[in-house]
């Protein structure tokens, strides 16, 4: 199994609609990550997760909630989707501890694509 | 705030030609400096880290990065490209408190038999 499993893997929705992304990991990390990803802006971060009670906005937070419902469980809402949230969505997780070459490397799920008609 | 450039978001190369993906910080040292490749359906997966000591930096797949305070550059290198290396490349920086990643537009490497 992956270390971060993300579901669902692809969607189409209508605009309105509520929608949440999922995802879990493997990893036993404390921090964890939702970018979105646009051609030719990179990947922007929406929120992040220190710890189950710790969340923080990113760059880009308007038109999205997220639930840090247990160490290795952090999932994304968007509450009434519009077509330009139409994108592909990243969970994406890391170790906080010491300096060691593991620290501060997010490790990625494989995606969500999300298409909001 | 941090940024990140990435000069061309798309680079072509011949099977065995160098390879060089460009990439430049904003001005203040970031703790932790990444690149990290994409392949097709899939996330993004960890080439190098830099955070201090040696400036050159030696990753997976025979990719290296040089850190270069006086440039602000951390440029991505290979001698030899291979078909395989297709993909796209992110540079990124970590904000000053360690805490965020900050990832550049990306480059689209194509490699030509």
């Known amino acids: 199994d992956a270390d971060v499993t993300q579901t669902p893997r692809n969607r189409i929705t209508k605009t309105g609609k509520r929608i949440m992304l999922e995802c879990s990991q493997t990893?036993?990390?404390?921090?964890m990550y939702w970018y979105r990803q646009d051609p030719g802006l990179g990947l922007r971060l929406i929120y992040y997760?220190?710890?189950?009670?710790?969340?923080n906005k990113g760059e880009i937070s308007d038109g999205y909630s997220v639930s840090r419902q247990a160490q290795a469980k952090f999932s994304l809402s968007l509450e009434s989707a519009i077509p330009n949230q139409t994108a592909l969505y990243f969970c994406?997780?890391?170790?906080?501890?010491?300096?060691?070459?593991?620290?501060?490397?997010?490790?990625f799920g494989a995606g969500s694509r999300l298409t909001v008609l | 705030a941090q940024s990140v450039t990435q000069l061309g978001s798309h680079v072509s190369v011949s099977e065995g030609a160098l390879v060089l993906l460009r990439c430049n910080y904003s001005?203040?040292?970031?703790?932790?400096l990444f690149w990290y490749v994409q392949y097709p359906n899939q996330g993004l997966q960890l080439l190098l880290k830099?955070?201090?000591?040696?400036?050159l930096v030696k990753g997976i797949n025979g990719f290296e990065a040089e850190f270069k305070k006086s440039e602000t550059s951390f440029h991505l290198t290979k001698p030899s490209a291979h078909m395989s290396d297709a993909a796209e490349y992110f540079c990124a920086v970590t904000n000053t408190g360690g805490f965020k990643t900050i990832f550049g537009a990306g480059t689209r490497l194509f490699v030509k038999a």
């Open positions: 001005s203040s040292v970031p703790p932790y």
């Open positions: 830099y955070t201090t000591g040696a400036t």
């Open positions: 997760s220190f710890d189950v009670k710790d969340i």
């Open positions: 990893k036993g990390h404390d921090r």
């Open positions: 994406a997780t890391s170790d906080s501890l010491g300096q060691g070459p593991g620290s501060n490397v997010l490790t």
